[in-house]
């Protein structure tokens, strides 16, 4: 049984092959349209969403499938009348493929552990891998290479998004830059660190941590910044986040300093004049709107893998 937790678990070459698939979805989605005919998809939802929720539904009905919307907030999961569990056993029995948004990582490898049925991550706090998978989409799109890029990313970088870029760029021969305040609580995780770097190591890449965004920004081919306000993050801490933050945000000045066909993207949701300046964002060089959209392509590009996976297995059974 496969699931997408992280991208740890997933080596390049099934990453290019979901690339290439996703990219004649993209093309001829009206060859897929049947592609998921009488599966069913239960999205579990603790955490909010827009991108993540439209675009697997989306997904799933574009390619003859369906839907469901669970929601912790109302359901006995939620209330803790109901074990993760006992939640995905039964699950497994009706469906064929979850979805789950949820705080906390260990939730998701609990889930995991449990269900029979394909799990896929749509966010935790340590990773986000379709977010990712969508971005690699859109760079290759839009570059038409992945191998010897440059990468930049800037503000907290102890994110899911960072940690899912840190797995992903080294893998596929690509070069990151993280640019973060260098106190711990805004750092990735020392064992993701650890791991890209032994990754880009056999693959002849680099992973630099670096203190000072105009350094970061020299040269690179993706200039990349997430929310410095998390769902989980309260709201009191904004005053201070803000003063650590702001000597990384993304601005004209940044920009100028990486290369001239560099592209900006931010996964969304965005603030501007936080993270990036509104110039940045609603600039020539910005591409969130194209990552968010390559999100419904990826997602169904994720889904045809994982079913069809369970499908062999099943069978071979």
């Not at 690699?136 to 440059?150: A, C, F, M, W």
Request: aromatic content about 8%; proline content about 4%.
């Amino acid at each position: 049984m496969k699931h997408l937790v992280t991208l740890k678990d997933w080596d390049c070459d099934t990453i290019r092959s979901l690339l290439d698939r996703a990219a004649d979805i993209k093309k001829e989605p009206s060859r897929y349209r049947d592609a998921m005919r009488y599966r069913v998809l239960v999205m579990i939802f603790e955490k909010p969403s827009l991108r993540t929720r439209v675009s697997f539904e989306v997904g799933a009905v574009q390619m003859g499938g369906y839907a469901i919307y669970y929601d912790m907030s109302t359901s006995p999961l939620g209330a803790g009348k109901e074990n993760i569990a006992d939640t995905v056993r039964v699950l497994s029995r009706y469906a064929d493929i979850i979805m789950a948004r949820l705080f906390e990582h260990a939730k998701l490898e609990e889930m995991v552990r449990y269900s029979t049925i394909p799990v896929i991550n749509g966010l935790t706090d340590f990773s986000h891998p379709c977010q990712v998978l969508g971005d690699l989409l859109t760079i290759r799109d839009i570059k038409g290479r992945l191998q010897g890029l440059t990468l930049a990313y800037f503000g907290d970088a102890n994110n899911n998004v960072t940690h899912s870029l840190l797995f992903a760029c080294p893998k596929m021969g690509m070069n990151i830059r993280i640019a973060c305040p260098g106190k711990p609580r805004y750092m990735p995780q020392p064992a993701v660190l650890e791991e890209a770097r032994k990754t880009a190591e056999h693959n002849g890449v680099s992973v630099e941590i670096l203190h000072d965004a105009v350094s970061a920004a020299r040269g690179a081919d993706i200039v990349y910044t997430d929310s410095w306000m998390s769902y989980h993050i309260p709201a009191e801490e904004l005053e201070a986040r803000i003063g650590d933050l702001k000597p990384f945000q993304v601005n004209a000045a940044v920009m100028e300093q990486a290369d001239s066909d560099a592209i900006f993207m931010n996964c969304l949701p965005a603030l501007r004049g936080y993270e990036q300046t509104a110039e940045v964002i609603d600039g020539a060089q910005s591409v969130v709107f194209d990552q968010a959209e390559n999100r419904l392509h990826i997602q169904k590009a994720i889904m045809l893998y994982l079913l069809e996976h369970a499908s062999r297995n099943t069978s071979a059974a």
